[in-house]
């Protein structure tokens, strides 16, 4: 008896001790962090500034790295990650910027490069990172045509006339995304038409880009006619999702009131049973 | 003679059912002090039914492999008619279950159902419980979503702290290094035929215990006392009782038309509720979305496993603890049933529930 | 408590009423999704088109597509002059293959042959491929 508690006691002992030596909790890390950021992260001064600024960015968000825009190669440790021969473009030139970022945003280097704005470039005009920023890039609002940005170089008049002509539809947009969200939320079927409504947004806003006044005045009001399609079947679904529920309302009264009846029942058994 | 007579009559010649009818329903006596508490086993056929039922018609349209299942599962959300309706009820039916069983278990160890002569009930209930925590498990991924995934993912990591052939355990668990494929395709056939096959059997048997040693009779009022144990099989009769029906099955019938309610109003009201957004996008092993828990039934071993040093030594106090409460029949041996007499067990069963409670909170919160 | 003026049995009698009421209210309600979730969809063949590049088409070959829920196969048989039909076989609904040292369709079922003008050439099939209409539209092809 005493021998088989003992046997027991050491046993549960060691398979403690055993325990105890063993490793904490293992982590799920994910992140496996690319070069460009380890480097710079820990470098004073401007050459680590872009990586602060760049976490907070919309970039970031959407998994757009250094390497995405600067070129080379993420996954090395040496300074061979920013040669040429890897692609590395380093820090482009004023007049390089639109094509820098236009590789990806093909639609607005085209109409900026076509407006006022565009060929103005190299002489004191205005390009994309002068409004948006390099690493700090938000996501893009009418919120960038102010009169303190804008009135550095001219005045405000037709850059505020723009900004009323878009304000209510980028705000119709913005409501629109948060609808969708929330029936996706609702486990509706939504890709579609956020596809839809992310491209109808892109197209909204690269047209401000040839900040021409009648043409984004024009191209505002075909923008609200899709916009409307989209708004409608929204509102179908809504409606649906209301209907439900009042289905649902009946049900679960139904079954309280079920449930009160048998209760009543049983209570007229209780009663002769006493 | 009326329809219905008749057909009693032709299978009565031939099976004698009225007998079974009688000693089943109306003869079947039950204690006169018996409480609402006994519903709850009604309650948990008639939701794991409606599990069953809603199980086959998921199993129409869903497709279990990785690149079709989340498209089906959103098939049936949006296309097929009320599919939303099935997929809802299946899913919040599963966690109304979970709740259904632990007041369940509550009752029986409050009232001291669990001991000799029926602690094959209590056996066969707990395999049940876990049966049945398994059954979710399993589910759980069908859906491929991230919350699918990356749960499972969760769930299944936890075996690696096993000494030794932790490793292997989670590979066999995964049907390989990471949830994938082989993992969706095990978890499928689990969920679908594997436990159900030894579900179906320890219910009955459990049912069969429950008929067979007759209800137990609360251990309350001022006549109860004790009763010595029997050297041979007696079915414990109650012959001042009241008939199971229609007495009593109104009752039942009155507390499943309540869970029923509680269901459909999360159903159609709150949805949401066991659904965070991760439920809704596709799984993406690459990408770990931020805060993914266990359901709330699983958070207090998550938060244990959080909680100690060693995961390890996390996952052994939780496994002593669940060998510890499905042997409980054989460790507590004391004849007492009365709570007010039990202060020992009383406090640890208090305190049980507030560790579960508070550890799940903790967890949710963590 | 004394006796009520109503007798329990009378109020229970009542009540089962109610209770059997709402009781087929409420199998009415679980029937009606029942039926509507297992009943195959009411034809999704709406008046939907479908446009492809024409390209897709090489001159005397097929294009394999899916159109309203159904397979369905483009012809371009010369320049310029396009067929399109179900390539479900009128037999018994295998669906058709293309024989493009042959020109024409074969169902692995039951040998059925189909000429690409849809024409039953021999086999079992009853009757010629189902035909859907075709516009052409510059370099897109519509169909439906």
């Known amino acids: ?88 473009l380093g820090v482009p030139v004023e007049t390089d910027i639109p094509d820098f970022c236009g590789r990806c945003h093909v639609g607005v280097r085209e109409d900026y490069l076509k407006s006022a704005h565009g060929r103005a470039l190299g002489k004191g005009g205005p390009q994309c990172v002068t409004c948006h920023g390099n690493h700090r890039v938000m996501k893009a609002s009418p919120a960038l045509i102010n009169p303190q940005d804008c009135s550095r170089c001219h005045e405000y008049g ?55 006044v009648e043409r984004v005045r024009a191209e505002t009001a075909r923008v609200r006619d899709d916009l409307e399609k989209i708004r409608h079947k929204v509102e179908q679904i809504q409606q649906t999702l209301f209907v439900r529920k009042v289905g649902g309302g009946i049900v679960v009264g139904l079954l309280v009131v079920a449930g009160l009846l048998a209760a009543f029942i049983r209570r007229t058994y209780h009663e002769e049973e006493a | 003679m009326g329809v219905k007579t008749k057909i009693v009559d032709f299978l009565d010649v031939r099976l004698g059912i009225r007998d079974i009818l009688e000693q089943n329903l109306t003869k079947y006596l039950l204690p006169r002090n018996i409480n609402v508490w006994y519903t709850l086993g009604a309650v948990l056929l008639t939701l794991f039914a409606i599990q069953f039922a809603t199980g086959i018609l998921l199993l129409i349209y869903y497709i279990p492999n990785t690149a079709d299942a989340f498209a ?96 292997a355990v989670v590979r066999f668990l995964r049907g390989g ?104 996008d596709p799984a993406d092993p690459f990408v770990t979305p931020a805060g993914i828990k266990p359901e709330w039934y699983f958070l207090w071993a998550y938060q244990t496993l959080k909680v100690f040093p060693s995961e390890f030594l996390g996952l052994a106090v939780q496994g002593g603890m669940v060998t510890f409460l499905l042997f409980l029949p054989f460790i507590d041996r004391f004849r007492e049933r009365r709570p007010a007499k039990r202060p020992v067990f009383v406090t640890c069963y208090v305190l049980g529930i507030l560790l579960f409670v508070g550890l799940s909170i903790w967890g949710h919160y963590s | ?33 029942l039926w509507r979730y297992l009943s195959p969809p009411a034809g999704s063949g709406k008046e939907e088109k479908m446009a492809m590049a024409r390209n897709l088409v090489p001159v005397g070959g097929a294009h394999f597509f899916q159109f309203n829920g159904h397979p369905a196969v483009l012809l371009q048989n010369s320049p310029g002059s396009f067929l399109a039909f179900s390539a479900v076989c009128t037999h018994l609904g295998c669906i058709i293959q293309w024989q ?41 092809v519509l169909v439906g």
């Not at chain 1, 508690?5 to 046993?11: D, G, N, S, Y």
């Not at chain 2, 429950?210 to 414990?236: I, K, M, N, Q, T």
């Open chain 1, 1 to 88: 008896m005493i021998n088989s508690l003992l046997l027991f006691r050491t046993v549960l002992s060691t398979v403690v001790m055993a325990a105890v030596l063993f490793s904490p909790p293992s982590a799920l890390a994910q992140e496996t962090e690319n070069s460009c950021l380890q480097c710079h992260e820990s470098q004073p001064g401007r050459l680590g500034e872009p990586v602060t600024l760049w976490r907070t960015s919309i970039h970031a968000d959407n998994g757009i790295a250094c390497h995405s825009c600067h070129g080379g190669d993420p996954a090395l440790m040496s300074m061979e990650a920013m040669d040429p021969d890897r692609g590395f």
């Open chain 1, 158 to 212: 037709r850059a505020g006339e723009i900004k009323g002509a878009v304000e209510e539809t980028d705000r119709l947009i913005g409501v629109l995304e948060g609808d969708l969200a929330a029936l996706h939320r609702a486990g509706i079927a939504t890709r579609e038409m956020e596809g839809e409504l992310f491209s109808l947004r892109n197209s909204f806003h690269r047209l401000f880009h040839s900040v021409e």
């Open chain 2, 72 to 167: 089906s599962v959103q098939e049936i959300m949006n296309e097929v008619p009320f599919g939303w309706l099935i997929r809802t009820v299946h899913a919040v039916g599963a966690n109304i279950i979970v709740l259904a069983l632990l007041l369940h278990m509550l009752s029986v160890l409050f009232m001291a159902s669990y001991k000799r002569p029926r602690e094959l009930t209590w056996v066969a209930g707990f395999l049940i419980l876990l049966l049945s925590l398994g059954m979710c498990l399993t589910g759980y991924l069908l859906p491929w979503s991230q919350l699918s995934f990356w749960a499972t993912t969760v769930a299944t990591e936890s075996s690696s702290e096993i000494p030794l052939v932790g490793d």
């Open chain 2, 177 to 280: 290094a990471m949830v994938g494929q082989p993992t969706l395709g095990r978890f499928f056939a689990l969920h679908v035929m594997g436990f159900p096959l030894v579900f179906g059997p320890l219910v009955l048997f459990h049912l069969f215990c429950v008929r067979r040693a007759g209800v137990s009779r609360p251990p309350f009022g001022e006549d109860y006392r004790p009763s010595e144990p029997l050297p041979v099989f007696r079915h414990e009769e109650h012959p001042e009782g009241i008939p199971f029906f229609p007495n009593y099955m109104a009752k039942d019938a009155a507390v499943i038309a309540f869970f029923l309610a509680l269901l459909f109003a999360i159903v159609f009201f709150a949805p949401g509720l066991f659904f965070p957004p991760a439920a809704f």
């Open chain 3, 1 to 33: 408590m004394e006796e009520s003026p109503i007798s329990p049995s009378r109020r229970r009698f009542f009540l089962s009423i109610l209770l059997a009421g709402i009781g087929a209210m409420l199998a009415a309600v679980a029937l009606w999704p």
């Open chain 3, 100 to 140: 493009p040292e042959k020109g024409e369709f074969l169902c692995p079922c039951h040998a059925g042959r189909f000429s690409s003008t849809g024409a039953v050439l021999a086999g079992p099939p009853p009757k010629p491929l189902e035909s859907i209409p075709v516009t052409l539209s510059g370099d897109q």
